[in-house]
């Protein structure tokens, strides 16, 4: 068993967390400015995270960066604007003094045009440094997805490989416990199952999960060597199954979800730093706690993004800046919150506790005992060789339901007994064994 089976993740934008400037020319570039030591404003949140029941801290970029993170100038380098190298070991400490694991964001598939090879390619097109990039027909410096601030790195060229390698291998070696890797889904998997064996050679125990937006997770996770990958597909099913009252969306996308686990447990999330809010994408209030009981009951390695476990809002839009909305400054520390936050927080540490109680949740396969377009019975069943059974209901709709499910024990949610069966109010969830 490995650390990771057991690891439930708060997941952080580091930059837009601790307020930093995202477009002041004034704290960004390749210059060594004086580090501004800003981490310790995470580690004064460490203890939120262990209150939730949470144990991994999973960090977006920290790297330096032209402006928004995902720009990177130096993967050796911490961003200024967060702090030092010592700072982010002093966090990792921090972390691991609270049994909280951390993960790194890294962004291998591009970087920043202040990257210095890539300063280096432009000055010298036939020069070493243009070995790094790929390159459009006419010999520019290919871009990401049409950025023109995000220069291609060549993933066969062996140059890249080492650099990589080097670079994880590094920020392991420093305290992290594993990786993020960024656009993944834009990456050749060779490249990956080239590059990971060798990371854990010096880290065995080292957990990396691929960021995926569609595909075929099971065979990218096979040929990739990646432990995991984000589970987009049950992402997007859980808010529009909630918004549009159509369970059926859900009960598919579960059926594709058991058959991948068959071969990696996915990285599953109602949020993260890329997409509109929970609460923004569910507008009817009623049915944000059904979000978070199906992220943190259903099979996966949970990840709650900061901010939805008090019910922040914020919607994405594709505009310059249009991500600031969703990666928003926090409080200096945890203090008074409104009695709505508490009661999102109560939510979530109530649904944690279940998730910890049957840690074999993690790998559960999913069977729909009672399936209508507002009304989902789910029961939760240990894989074989395990012992465990819960069932999972959820209810968008304007009339109570009755349940007969053959349980005897109301976990958590709003269920009352009826008879030899439950029933369930309009629009509520309850979770019964």
């Known amino acids: 068993m490995s650390w990771s089976d057991d690891c439930l ?22 210059e060594r400015r004086p580090p501004l030591h800003h981490l310790d404003h995470l580690e004064r949140w460490l203890d939120h995270v262990v209150d939730l029941g949470l144990n991994g801290l999973a960090l977006g970029p920290v790297f330096a960066s032209t402006s928004h993170g995902y720009d990177t100038v130096d993967h050796l380098r911490v961003d200024p604007r967060l702090g030092d190298e010592d700072d982010l070991r002093q966090l990792f400490q921090a972390a691991h003094d609270r049994g909280v694991r951390v993960l790194l964001d890294g962004v ?74 960024d656009a993944a889904y834009a990456t050749p998997a060779r490249f990956w199952a080239t590059v990971l064996p060798r990371v854990r050679a010096a880290h065995p125990d080292a957990y990396v999960v691929g960021e995926v937006i569609h595909g075929d997770y099971a065979a990218i996770v096979q040929e990739s060597t990646v432990d995991s990958l984000t589970q987009y597909e049950l992402w ?31 990285w599953t999330f109602v949020g993260n730093h890329d997409v509109t809010r929970i609460v923004d994408q569910v507008p009817d209030a009623r049915h944000h706690p059904h979000a978070h009981a199906l992220l943190l009951l259903l099979a996966g390695t949970p990840a709650v993004y900061y901010g939805d476990e008090i019910g922040l809002h914020g919607v994405k839009e594709d505009r310059l800046g249009g991500d600031d909305a969703v990666r928003p400054a926090y409080p200096d520390a945890p203090g008074a919150w409104t009695p709505e936050q508490q009661a999102t927080i109560d939510l979530h540490r109530r649904l944690v506790s279940v998730r910890r109680r049957h840690p074999w949740l993690r790998t559960a396969r ?10 989902l019975v789910l029961e939760l069943t240990a894989r074989d060789g395990e012992d465990g059974s819960l069932v999972l209901a959820l209810s968008t709709r304007d009339e109570p339901a009755r349940l007969d499910v053959g349980r005897t024990e109301l976990l ?3 269920a009352t007994r009826h008879g030899d069966g439950w029933q369930l109010p309009a629009h509520a969830w309850a979770v019964l064994r």
């Open 236 to 266: 997007k099913s859980i808010w529009s199954s909630l918004r549009e009252r159509n369970f059926f969306e859900l009960d598919w996308t579960l059926t594709r979800h058991d058959a991948l686990l068959d071969t990696f447990v996915p």
């Open 366 to 375: 999913s069977r729909s005992l009672v399936l209508e377009n507002e009304l």
């Open 108 to 181: 291998f598939n591009h970087v920043g045009r202040d990257f210095p090879q890539v300063r280096a390619a432009l000055a010298d097109p036939t020069g070493d440094a243009a070995r790094w990039f790929r390159h459009e027909p006419d010999g520019r410096l290919a871009v990401f997805e049409g950025h023109d601030g995000l220069v291609l790195l060549d993933h066969d060229a062996p140059e890249v490989v080492e650099h990589v390698t080097r670079v994880m291998t590094h920020w392991l070696d420093q305290g992290a416990d594993g990786w993020r890797l």
């Open 9 to 30: 993740w708060w997941h952080v934008y580091p930059l837009g967390f601790v307020g930093a400037a995202i477009r002041d020319s004034d704290h960004l570039g390749t």
């Open 412 to 414: 958590a949610g709003d």
